[in-house]
Protein backbone atom coordinates (compact mmCIF):
# COMPACT_ATOMS: atom_id res chain seq x y z
CA UNK A 1 0.00 0.00 0.00
CA UNK A 2 1.13 3.33 -1.01
CA UNK A 3 0.49 6.84 1.25
CA UNK A 4 -1.92 8.07 -1.32
CA UNK A 5 -3.77 5.13 -1.48
CA UNK A 6 -4.52 4.86 2.05
CA UNK A 7 -5.15 9.00 2.34
CA UNK A 8 -7.71 8.16 -0.64
CA UNK A 9 -9.36 5.42 1.20
CA UNK A 10 -9.13 7.79 4.47
CA UNK A 11 -10.70 10.69 3.24
CA UNK A 12 -14.55 9.63 3.02
CA UNK A 13 -13.78 8.47 6.69
CA UNK A 14 -12.70 11.77 7.64
CA UNK A 15 -14.95 14.08 6.16
CA UNK A 16 -17.78 12.16 7.03
CA UNK A 17 -17.08 12.81 10.92
CA UNK A 18 -17.85 16.19 10.65
CA UNK A 19 -21.34 15.45 9.46
CA UNK A 20 -21.58 13.84 13.50
CA UNK A 21 -22.74 15.62 16.31
CA UNK A 22 -19.95 15.09 18.89
CA UNK A 23 -20.00 13.97 22.32
CA UNK A 24 -19.87 17.08 24.89
CA UNK A 25 -17.11 17.97 26.19
CA UNK A 26 -15.88 20.35 28.70
CA UNK A 27 -17.31 23.52 27.96
CA UNK A 28 -18.92 21.95 24.72
CA UNK A 29 -22.44 21.44 23.93
CA UNK A 30 -24.83 18.63 24.90
CA UNK A 31 -26.00 16.55 22.34
CA UNK A 32 -28.66 17.51 20.38
CA UNK A 33 -29.57 14.20 18.74
CA UNK A 34 -33.39 13.86 19.48
CA UNK A 35 -34.26 16.95 20.69
CA UNK A 36 -36.98 19.14 19.12
CA UNK A 37 -37.32 23.09 19.66
CA UNK A 38 -39.82 25.20 19.28
CA UNK A 39 -38.55 29.15 18.64
CA UNK A 40 -39.53 31.98 21.03
CA UNK A 41 -37.55 34.41 20.32
CA UNK A 42 -35.74 35.55 16.80
CA UNK A 43 -32.47 37.57 17.56
CA UNK A 44 -34.81 40.01 20.17
CA UNK A 45 -37.99 39.74 18.09
CA UNK A 46 -40.87 37.82 19.32
CA UNK A 47 -42.62 35.46 17.20
CA UNK A 48 -45.69 35.04 15.92
CA UNK A 49 -48.75 33.88 17.87
CA UNK A 50 -49.89 30.09 16.27
CA UNK A 51 -46.81 30.33 13.88
CA UNK A 52 -44.71 27.61 14.89
CA UNK A 53 -41.16 28.01 13.70
CA UNK A 54 -39.50 24.97 15.21
CA UNK A 55 -35.63 22.75 14.72
CA UNK A 56 -35.45 19.36 15.33
CA UNK A 57 -32.22 17.05 15.36
CA UNK A 58 -33.80 13.59 14.31
CA UNK A 59 -29.94 12.30 14.21
CA UNK A 60 -26.51 12.87 14.16
CA UNK A 61 -25.86 15.37 11.54
CA UNK A 62 -29.86 15.78 10.02
CA UNK A 63 -31.99 18.81 10.66
CA UNK A 64 -35.44 19.41 10.36
CA UNK A 65 -38.26 21.49 11.20
CA UNK A 66 -40.92 24.19 10.80
CA UNK A 67 -39.65 27.65 8.77
CA UNK A 68 -43.23 29.08 9.68
CA UNK A 69 -45.37 28.05 7.27
CA UNK A 70 -43.09 25.30 5.25
CA UNK A 71 -41.56 22.17 6.49
CA UNK A 72 -37.29 21.80 5.84
CA UNK A 73 -34.52 19.76 6.34
CA UNK A 74 -30.95 19.46 5.93
CA UNK A 75 -27.55 18.54 7.33
CA UNK A 76 -25.55 20.41 9.93
CA UNK A 77 -22.39 19.71 11.64
CA UNK A 78 -21.74 20.41 15.33
CA UNK A 79 -17.81 20.48 17.14
CA UNK A 80 -17.97 21.15 20.94
CA UNK A 81 -20.23 24.10 20.72
CA UNK A 82 -19.63 26.13 17.52
CA UNK A 83 -22.36 24.55 14.94
CA UNK A 84 -23.28 24.99 11.28
CA UNK A 85 -26.17 24.22 8.98
CA UNK A 86 -25.67 23.06 5.84
CA UNK A 87 -28.11 23.97 2.66
CA UNK A 88 -31.47 23.15 3.40
CA UNK A 89 -34.40 21.70 1.49
CA UNK A 90 -37.71 23.06 2.16
CA UNK A 91 -41.59 23.14 0.81
CA UNK A 92 -42.48 25.64 -0.93
CA UNK A 93 -45.93 26.81 0.29
CA UNK A 94 -46.92 30.81 -0.54
CA UNK A 95 -45.91 32.76 2.60
CA UNK A 96 -47.98 35.58 2.61
CA UNK A 97 -47.19 38.57 4.96
CA UNK A 98 -45.72 38.37 8.29
CA UNK A 99 -45.73 34.93 8.18
CA UNK A 100 -43.72 34.97 5.41
CA UNK A 101 -41.44 37.36 6.68
CA UNK A 102 -40.85 35.70 9.81
CA UNK A 103 -39.88 32.38 7.78
CA UNK A 104 -37.20 34.07 5.80
CA UNK A 105 -35.46 35.64 8.54
CA UNK A 106 -35.40 32.71 10.27
CA UNK A 107 -34.03 30.63 7.95
CA UNK A 108 -31.62 33.22 6.94
CA UNK A 109 -30.49 33.28 10.86
CA UNK A 110 -29.65 29.63 10.84
CA UNK A 111 -27.33 29.63 7.63
CA UNK A 112 -25.49 32.20 9.72
CA UNK A 113 -25.19 30.28 13.08
CA UNK A 114 -22.35 30.04 14.85
CA UNK A 115 -22.52 28.82 17.90
CA UNK A 116 -25.19 26.70 20.72
CA UNK A 117 -25.91 26.65 24.09
CA UNK A 118 -28.15 24.25 26.19
CA UNK A 119 -29.19 25.73 29.35
CA UNK A 120 -31.63 23.64 31.07
CA UNK A 121 -34.67 23.78 28.93
CA UNK A 122 -33.83 26.59 26.34
CA UNK A 123 -31.42 26.32 23.33
CA UNK A 124 -29.97 29.59 21.94
CA UNK A 125 -27.90 29.76 18.71
CA UNK A 126 -25.38 32.92 18.28
CA UNK A 127 -25.72 34.13 14.70
CA UNK A 128 -23.62 36.10 13.01
CA UNK A 129 -24.62 40.10 12.67
CA UNK A 130 -27.88 39.73 15.45
CA UNK A 131 -26.82 41.01 18.54
CA UNK A 132 -28.90 38.32 20.06
CA UNK A 133 -29.28 34.95 19.80
CA UNK A 134 -31.88 32.69 18.49
CA UNK A 135 -33.53 31.38 21.79
CA UNK A 136 -36.06 28.04 21.54
CA UNK A 137 -37.65 26.18 23.98
CA UNK A 138 -37.30 22.27 24.51
CA UNK A 139 -40.38 20.43 23.56
CA UNK A 140 -39.19 16.71 23.19
CA UNK A 141 -36.12 15.56 25.18
Keep these: MT ?8 LPFIAGLGACAMPAGPGGAPPLVGTE ?5 LGGSGVLDRVPATLAFPEAGRVA ?5 NRFFGSYTLVQDRIAFGQMGMTRMACAGAVGEQENRYMAALQKAQRVQ ?8 SVEGMDKPLRFVRTRP
Design 65 to 69: GQGSC
Design 3 to 10: PRWIATLA
Design 118 to 125: VQGSTLTL
Design 37 to 41: WRLED
